[in-house]
């Protein structure tokens, strides 16, 4: 699954929050669930609009990458040429994959939103993410055939009750109209946890 990508031209605009368009049955069940259940910001639950979004103040906080980007490795560049270009770190040493997209910068926010996600089963922020993968994959998406998630260990899906990669690819498979195989792929060896691991 290509994972975070560029960003999205919309990422500030009150859209991008979470409105959807609704048909009138739905906004009716949805204005009565918002009597019930006000949409909360994901973060800091300050009440807001939309369901599934966060308050200006803390999008803000999200470090979006924006293109212009490398086009092999998602890597942010300094300048456009006006069409794909590679980074020096894709020409030097090029990767196994033929394409990545990252939607955020791992730090601040998002570092507390992902490991929410991957560690306490705080699964609220999954339709977020899923449109914030689908904004920044679209370039890999649009030539997709299907999604596969990265499986987990036997013994970490039952110490982690989730395989989170998975509920993201079946949430971005559903927002982006692509078939999701979640079972498609096995784990043959346990790798180490990334915590504690150098950047190496
Ligand atoms: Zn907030």
Redesign the pocket.
Known sequence: MPEAVFDDDCAEAPSAWGVRRLSPLARVGRAALDVVLPPL??????R?TAHDA??P???RQINFIRPPLCDRMGLPMPFDIGGPMLSAAAIADPPDFDRARAVARFDGLMRELIHAFKFHDSHNARRLFGRWLVEAGQEILKDADLLVAVPLARWRLISRRFNQAQILAIETGKQAHKPVRPFALVRTRATAHQIGLTRA
């Open positions: 910001c994901l973060s800091c639950q300050t807001i966060l308050c103040a803390c999008w």
